[in-house]
């Protein structure tokens, strides 16, 4: 079956770094996204992987093992503003629906 | 260029009551999408479209109906609403096919269903 597992709740320091786990169990796997959603907002997209490795975007960086199945995001010198649930979506087909599978996503908790 | 809009933000119905959400983009995307988003799951596909004048089911399609007669407008209805359907719906647009994978939300509508 389908599944995508996040830790529920993760707790960093402002100006330190933390490590959002994302492991998945997908019929298919044509690619890994995250996306960040402050409370009561819309998610808006943070990264993409297809490939094996890392993918760094200024604070933030993504990386993917498929044969793993696992990803995580790196997010880097945290500041209050980075408060807020990551969700990991999985796109599993290569049809042209883009439909996306998604985790529950983690609620991070940034303290001074 | 307001991007994904949603009308309306609130609403409360009483179980029985129908109504229809709008979903509009500027973008002249092809694929949209409408989710719910209930507390401590992932969000959940209700339908799609991948282009005018179609539309598909997704994982969680029943008590719902979509249209999309515009390019730029998808519509969700709930014809009889029950309280199972208090969530919080988000539309969603990609503009097609590779290399484009950004989804871009509107900003959700919050439901209530007595």
């Known amino acids: 079956g389908q599944n995508i597992d996040q830790p529920t709740e993760m707790t960093a320091t402002e100006g330190a770094i933390v490590q959002i786990n994302c492991t998945y169990q997908?019929?298919?796997?044509?690619?890994l996204f995250w996306y960040q959603q402050h409370a009561g907002e819309a998610p808006t997209f943070l990264s993409y992987?297809?490939l094996d490795g890392l993918e760094e975007k200024g604070r933030f960086s993504s990386f993917l093992s498929r044969s793993k199945g696992y990803s995580y995001l790196l997010l880097k010198e945290l500041q209050m503003k980075d408060s807020a649930s990551y969700l990991c979506?999985?796109?599993?087909?290569?049809?042209?629906?883009?439909?996306?599978?998604w985790g529950a996503g983690t609620k991070l908790i940034i303290k001074p | 260029n307001a991007g994904v809009t949603q009308t309306p933000k609130f609403r409360v119905l009483k179980t029985g009551q129908s109504m229809t959400l709008l979903c509009a983009q500027d973008?002249?995307?092809?694929?949209m999408y409408w989710y719910r988003q209930d507390p401590g799951m992932g969000l959940r596909l209700i339908h799609y479209?991948?282009?005018?004048?179609?539309?598909a089911k997704g994982e969680v399609p029943d008590g719902y109906n979509v249209s999309r007669l515009k390019k730029q407008n998808f519509l969700l209805g709930l014809e009889s609403a029950a309280p199972s359907q208090t969530s919080v719906y988000f539309c969603?647009?990609?503009?097609?096919?590779?290399?484009?994978?950004?989804?871009?939300f509107g900003p959700g509508t919050r439901l209530t269903v007595l």
């Open positions: 979506a999985v796109r599993e087909g290569m049809d042209s629906n883009y439909q996306l599978i």
């Open positions: 992987n297809v």
């Open positions: 969603a647009s990609i503009e097609g096919g590779p290399p484009y994978n950004e989804q871009f």
């Open positions: 479209s991948v282009g005018e004048g179609t539309t």
């Open positions: 973008m002249n995307h092809e694929y």
């Open positions: 997908t019929s298919g796997f044509n690619g």
